[in-house]
């Protein structure tokens, strides 16, 4: 795996030194210089057009040259909500809304709002343009679904320009959205549009075409689950699209904000920290000191800490992804750990850290408000301390992929106080742009452990094996494959070659006996 990451390195090093030294120099003013900073320094950006280019290093360069011009002509670092026609937004035929069944965002394209119109045709392609990059900064490019939702749709829906545009959007200028196991799913197309969907799907690669799944009501839920479909596609999803404001994933404030624990869920909860503590206290002293290395600052206001969160775990070992935001850094840094029903796993712990001078409010809010109790929910952090969230499932219920949580943080002025009528017209008054945002997935363990030892590795939110790992090696295999694909059509074809070649030489051997024949006779 180590040769695997440093192969990876070198690859994305000599992507960068080549485009500095075969583009930069030629077509410097055709790109921003937001993005060209950017290419310098995400290695994850990078890594994702090798990824779809199957790490050949001058099929990237031409992808990333072909991106980054689209960027700057769609001017896609300065799309705003105030820059475009609010009638866009109004109109619904485009959104992010839920999740599939694997955890993966919705990108819905609701084909009967949308009419051909070469006037509309600029401004309809900057929205989607903007909807790609808001969740490639929200959510760190993570991986999209993509719903044509077909229904009610006829002749006067058509308009393969567009379709176009939002496919090379996902095949050109954003392949990370469908990498590994991500899905195109078409809903009900009507049949007068099959020949529309065979030009279309000239426009995928191979591995675009094979996640298009064409749909209806009975088989959709395959890959959606009901609570994010609506009635008209076997659903239960209440969701109506309105705007303003700006569809996002309707977090709501979980259960148990701020008040006593007075459920019998939260006092065997209790118990459980308790326990667990008891358990980390018999922690090695290598253990230890990687948690030192990684909390220094908490562990120097401890003292503090106690005092303000009562049901810390105090020597609770801390998870080893961190988050590091422009206000708090955050422990885990993407997923939240839970067992499933069988390994009784009900709780995760995160861990937040004020790396400012003044004091930043918090409030963690959920997809799932019924499912969790978050302890404290919304409260606020010292300068230079850290501060425990518990998260804990709610009598019978269980994670799943699609349960998000989003941590909320901004700073306070010093003459602000810190109880709950202050916080409260805090959040009321704070400008939205002074919010820093982080989004936490839910991640469910499946084991075959006995619970007690499943219990003791998710409370220090250790997974098995990441989900980069994975990726990686599914990506050497579809090389791997790739390569033998390669392999098996060169022997084809130097096969119809030597055929061809037989042919020819028994035709002329025949030629010249022929001829000699008859010069005898």
């Known amino acids: 795996m180590a040769e695997q990451r440093q192969d990876k390195a070198a690859l994305i090093s000599e992507t960068r030194r080549r485009f500095e030294a075969e583009y930069l120099a030629d077509k410097s003013e055709k790109y921003d210089s937001r993005d060209v900073e950017r290419l310098q320094q995400d290695d994850t950006w990078v890594e994702n057009y090798l990824i779809w280019r199957h790490d050949v290093v001058d099929d990237t360069l031409k992808m990333i040259d072909e991106s980054l011009q689209w960027r700057k002509e769609y001017t896609v670092n300065d799309l705003t909500e105030s820059v475009l026609p609010k009638w866009l937004f109004e109109n619904g035929s485009l959104f992010l809304h839920g ?27 900057k929205l989607v343009a903007f909807w790609l990059e808001h969740y490639a900064k929200r959510d760190h490019g993570k991986p999209l679904t993509v719903v044509f939702d077909m229904a009610e749709t006829g002749i006067s829906h058509i308009d393969l320009d567009f379709v176009r ?3 090379n959007c996902f095949t050109d200028y954003y392949p990370n959205f469908l990498i590994f196991s991500a899905k195109i799913v078409i809903f009900e197309m009507p049949w007068i549009m099959n020949a529309a969907f065979k030009i279309v799907k000239g426009w995928l690669g191979p591995e675009a075409i094979s996640m298009l799944k064409f749909t209806n009501k009975s088989d959709v839920q395959e890959y959606i689950s009901g609570e994010y479909l609506p009635p008209h596609m076997g659903g239960t999803d209440s969701f109506k699209y309105s705007y303003p404001p700006l569809v996002d994933d309707d977090f709501q404030t979980p259960l148990c904000e701020n008040g006593p624990i007075t459920s019998e869920d939260e006092h065997e909860s209790k118990e459980e920290i308790d326990a667990d503590t008891k358990e980390s206290g018999e922690l090695s002293e290598e253990q230890n000191l ?8 908490e562990q120097i206001s401890k003292s503090e800490e106690t005092d303000k969160t009562e049901i810390k775990p105090k020597n609770a070992k801390k998870a080893l992804t961190t988050f590091k935001g422009p206000l708090l850094h955050i422990s885990p840094a993407e997923e939240l750990y839970f067992g499933s029903k069988e390994t009784g796993e009900k709780k995760c712990l995160i861990v937040l850290t004020n790396v400012t001078k003044n004091v930043v409010a918090f409030k963690v809010r959920t997809t799932a408000p019924e499912k969790y109790r978050v ?3 919304n409260s606020s952090c010292e300068p230079g301390t850290s501060l425990d969230i518990i998260v804990s499932l709610h009598g019978g219920f269980a994670a799943s992929l699609q349960d998000r949580f989003l941590i909320m943080a901004a700073e306070m002025d010093q003459s602000s106080g810190a109880g709950v009528p202050e916080l409260t ?7 939205r742009t002074k919010v820093m945002e982080h989004r936490l997935r839910c991640h469910v363990i499946e084991s075959s452990k006995p619970s007690s030892l499943t219990l003791k590795e998710n409370a220090f939110n250790i997974p098995a094996k990441t989900n980069e790992d994975l990726h990686i090696q599914l990506t050497r295999l579809l090389q791997i494959n790739k390569r033998l694909q390669e392999q098996i059509d060169r022997c084809l074809w130097f096969q119809q070659l030597s055929v061809v070649l037989s042919l020819l030489s028994v035709t002329v051997v025949a030629f010249c006996f022929y001829l000699a024949y008859t010069q005898r006779s």
Not at 290 to 297: R, W
Not at 425 to 431: G, I, L, S, Y
């Open 99 to 125: 999740y599939d069944k694997e955890g993966y965002k919705l990108f819905w394209f609701r084909v009967k709002h949308h009419t051909r119109d070469p006037k509309q045709q600029l401004e309809k392609k």
């Open 165 to 167: 545009f939002i496919v």
């Open 290 to 297: 990687n948690q030192k290395k990684m909390n220094s600052i």
């Open 375 to 377: 302890k404290p929910s």
């Open 425 to 431: 017209q805090f959040w009321k008054e704070v400008p």
